[in-house]
């Protein structure tokens, strides 16, 4: 039997279509916090990093995860971070990194993007968040050996909201 031969098993079940609630339904089945913004852009924190998780395409094939690395740099590092996330990218799958100037600092991304054109199983969407997530918060961990004291920073600060949240 060769490759391209078809399976004589019969049709195989279509799968459903994406949608935001589907990529929603997974993130509750897995008790996770998450809110929908004003534009509707389903969107969480995970370990002090903001993550978006959109439906987009015409069609709604595609689901991306973005995350954004909660890190103030100054553009002065523009050069560097773009060398630390392109030794990421040249040396793993996922997730693509980018780094964008945003007024007087940088913005440093994560991105994983797939099409699902042909519809998708909920153990597919899972497993996409669940992989986008956890490489994300990979790349961010990389940088914050390459920027100790921004990473140093961040965490203070953000133990310091955890601290007065709970105060109040």
Not at 2 to 29: H, I, M, N, W, Y
Not at 54 to 61: A, I, S, T
Request: glycine letters at 8%; charged letters at 25%; a negative charge.
């Amino acid at each position: 039997m060769g490759f391209f031969t078809k399976d004589a098993t019969g049709p195989q079940p279509a799968l459903a279509p994406l949608s935001r609630e589907r990529v929603t339904a997974c993130l509750d089945a897995r008790g996770l916090n998450y809110g929908i913004d004003d534009d509707g852009d389903v969107g969480g924190v995970w370990d002090g990093h903001l993550f978006y998780f959109f439906v987009l395409g015409q069609q709604n094939e595609y689901l991306q995860v973005r995350g954004r690395w909660n890190r103030v740099l100054g553009t002065e590092h523009l050069d560097a971070a773009t060398r630390a996330v392109n030794e990421w990218n040249a040396d793993r799958l996922w997730p693509k990194g980018y780094v964008r100037v945003e007024d007087d600092v940088l913005g440093v991304y994560a991105e994983h993007t797939v099409d699902y054109e042909h519809g998708v199983s909920d153990a597919q969407v899972d497993q996409h968040l669940a992989c986008a997530i956890a490489t994300s918060l990979q790349l961010f961990e990389f940088l914050d050996e390459k920027y100790p004291e921004q990473a140093a920073e961040a965490k203070a600060l953000q133990e310091q909201r955890e601290q007065e949240q709970g105060e109040a």
